[in-house]
């Protein structure tokens, strides 16, 4: 929303063109549920990327890219390939705004909107804004329902009798980097609206939408209310009777038609919200409006009085207020948009980001810190998603001679792979959901969740063990390979053993073998020799390298070799010496542009495990363009990517870290805090 408290005005809320991307804006509706994708031209499949690697098996086939990508852009793709990596898309479900429909131009303009003051209440997830419109003033209540995909909005303002309306607007979707919406074609879809019986006093509409393959309703009501459709896609929503009070609520409706896929509300879930009372009094039910502003208030506070939390007001050090404002509102931000049914996309509900589809190697980042700040029930969700793809994962990893499951990296719900130089060479995606599952059950530890998720636990664990190559030395990873700092793509065919990656085999696999003994099967025999014939990572001049091969290290992008002992705990191929010199050179020089709002929470992971809390607590808070916490809390990368929630999850992993410790470590309170900091804490679950 904007400060108008709806979405009145796009064009003052922009996301940057990314190269000759197109700008988009953060104004948008999205839920778990709403995909699209546009008709392709003819039946596009993966088959025209596949291209055939070297691999010390043999040739491997992967789904690569004739075109390229320069940051970011495609370059040279196929049509084929442009398709199959933009859709299905997250789809932008409407817009809601204020309108002034007596003028030419009916919406808002900037200079319509004075003096406006908003407040976001974090304890009741209720938003107030005021404003003054042509000198009457305006004051809007703004909230989302809980558990249903809803809306509710409360409006007061003699404005409302003068002409000031709501206009309810519906595009098609779009496959463009930023925009989830296209307004430039009413011709691709239908808005069918009708009024139907209502319960109560009130009146309520019914829309129905269709695009393509997909379809989803939407349910205005509201007492007092009238509503007209005015366009092919819009209507308006207007006061009664000249009434001063326009209180009505917006209900988005998955009908899993098509890419609209029935996978349940988007809501946080964390409470059992009751809207029965309200100020209208105990025995007469609440307008519409109202009723999602009370089951907001009513949710909030169980979230913040359950789970974790962490308090650092008590600490003389100046930068303990910054980074309990990062807390608070990352805690916010990542119940909102990353505990869905799905995994999120970098950008959650906000705005898309790569055409809104998920990145599994970035899943950890948005979601392991639910565990760690014992909201286990907002990580399962998502986690669960992983059981409906076993087969596509399980035929990816079949077609390249592996056993298990391979996890794609960038994917829509159906987890089919994008084609990518980069993103079907990732491997680290692979041990995430083993570890998402390790972090859950160490928080709730039941067999009813062992025997959930064993199944995606193991999978995923035979592919890793078959994944490795024995060689003389022990096993290894790769080639081909692109580890998770990207800067190798050009050499994916010959990069091998990236020193994070190497840790993170020897450890998830080892849980895996945790597993079975916990649900009291046989160990597996193949899981275990990998895992203890891991080679040791590459060392040059005294620090860990990135990748086992020339050039060793580009000191740009992710510095990934740090997470093999912060993300992940100690490990018998990872030497906390070396690992130290390796956080000093690292911290001495990088190239901090190229980096991405996680980087700073593994920095402060790494330090605080080697036993160097002043150096964590300053990764956490480094001056940075990357590194950068608006005032909403969101983590800003640049004009094109304005908020980031790997950062914000990132930042409450590190901190769980820091304060609760983990096993085997320090014997002190918050062993990752200096020690003239006061941190208090309750309830969150040491790390492994």
């Known amino acids: 929303m904007d400060l108008t408290g709806l979405q009145s005005l796009p064009a003052e809320y922009p ?76 789809l932008d479900l409407g817009r809601i705004a204020f309108a002034l429909p007596g003028r030419d131009s009916p919406g808002l303009a900037p200079e319509d909107v004075a003096h406006p003051r908003q407040v976001l209440d974090l304890w009741t997830g209720t938003a107030t804004s005021r404003f003054t419109l042509h000198g009457q003033p305006v004051g809007v209540t703004t909230a989302c329902h809980p558990h249903r995909d809803e809306l509710g909005f409360r409006i007061e303002s003699t404005a409302l009798q003068q002409g000031l309306a709501i206009s309810l607007s519906f595009p098609y979707g779009s496959e463009a980097w930023h925009n989830a919406a296209d307004w430039t074609r009413p011709e691709a879809h239908s808005t069918r609206v009708e009024e139907v019986p209502a319960i109560g006093k009130g009146r309520e509409w019914l829309i129905s939408r269709y695009l393509d393959n997909s379809g989803y309703q939407v349910t205005v009501a509201g007492a007092g209310l009238e509503l007209e459709q005015t366009s092919r896609h819009g209507v308006i929503l207007r006061a009664a009777n000249g009434a001063e009070v326009l209180d009505f609520s917006v209900h988005f409706i998955s009908t899993g038609q098509g890419d609209c896929l029935l996978r349940g509300s988007g809501g946080i879930g964390f409470a059992s919200a009751s809207a029965s009372a309200s100020a209208t009094g105990k025995d007469q039910a609440p307008e519409p409006g109202t009723a999602v502003i009370e089951a907001s208030r009513t949710a909030w506070p169980d979230f913040w009085t359950s789970g974790a939390a962490v308090e650092l007001s008590a600490t003389e050090d100046p930068r303990a207020k910054e980074l309990e404002r990062r807390v608070v509102l990352s805690q916010y931000l990542t119940a909102i948009n990353c505990s869905g049914s799905l995994p999120p996309q970098e950008t ?204 060793f290290t580009i000191r740009t992008d992710h510095p990934s070799m740090l997470c093999a002992l912060g993300v992940l705990p100690q490990t018998d191929i990872i030497d906390p010496a070396i690992m130290r010199a390796t956080l000093a050179d690292l911290m001495a020089g990088w190239d901090w542009d190229s980096t991405w709002g996680w980087d700073y929470p593994v920095m402060a992971m790494t330090a605080a495990r080697l036993e160097d809390p002043e150096t964590a607590v300053a990764a956490l808070l480094q001056d940075a363009p990357k590194n950068l916490v608006l005032p909403n809390g969101h983590n800003r990368q640049t004009d094109s990517l304005p908020l980031y929630l790997p950062g914000n999850g990132g930042l409450l992993a590190a901190v769980a870290l820091m304060a609760a410790g983990w096993d085997g470590g320090p014997d002190r309170h918050a062993p990752g805090f200096p020690a003239d900091w006061t941190v208090a804490w309750e309830g969150l679950v040491p790390a492994p």
């Open 15 to 90: 996301v940057g063109a990314r190269g000759e991307l197109p700008a988009g804006t953060l104004l948008g509706t999205q839920a778990q549920w709403g995909w699209h994708s546009i008709p392709p031209e003819q039946d596009y499949t993966l088959a025209g990327s596949t291209v055939l690697y070297d691999s010390p098996r043999g040739p491997v086939p992967y789904v690569d890219m004739a075109g390229g990508l320069v940051d970011g852009r495609e370059t040279e793709s196929s049509r084929a390939e442009t398709w199959l990596r933009a859709n299905p898309h997250r």
């Open 348 to 551: 959650g509900l906000v705005c898309n980001s790569w055409r809104g589809r998920f990145h599994l190697e970035m899943h950890w980042w948005h979601a392991a810190h639910f565990a760690a700040w014992n909201r286990t029930p907002l990580l399962l969700p998502a986690l669960r998603w992983y059981a409906s793809i076993l087969e596509p994962a399980r035929q990816t990893a079949k077609a390249q001679g592996f056993d298990g499951v391979r996890w794609p990296k960038q994917s829509g719900p159906d987890g089919r792979e994008s084609p990518s130089p980069i993103g079907t060479f990732l491997v680290w995606q692979q041990p995430h959901p083993i570890h998402l599952a390790e972090l859950a059950y160490r928080a709730e530890p039941s067999r009813e969740l062992l025997e959930e998720f064993a199944e995606i636990v193991f999978e995923s664990a035979d592919f890793m063990a078959s994944f490795a190559h024995p060689t003389a030395r022990g096993f290894e990873l790769g080639p081909p390979l692109v580890p998770a700092q990207e800067s190798y793509e050009s050499i994916r065919g010959t990069v091998s053993n990236p020193t994070f990656e190497l840790a993170y085999w020897q450890w998830a696999l080892r849980v895996a073998c945790k597993w079975r003994k916990r649900l009291g099967l046989p160990p597996r025999d193949t899981w275990l020799a990998v895992a203890d014939g891991m080679v040791r990572p590459k060392v040059v001049d005294g620090v860990y390298a990135a990748i086992g091969v020339e050039p």
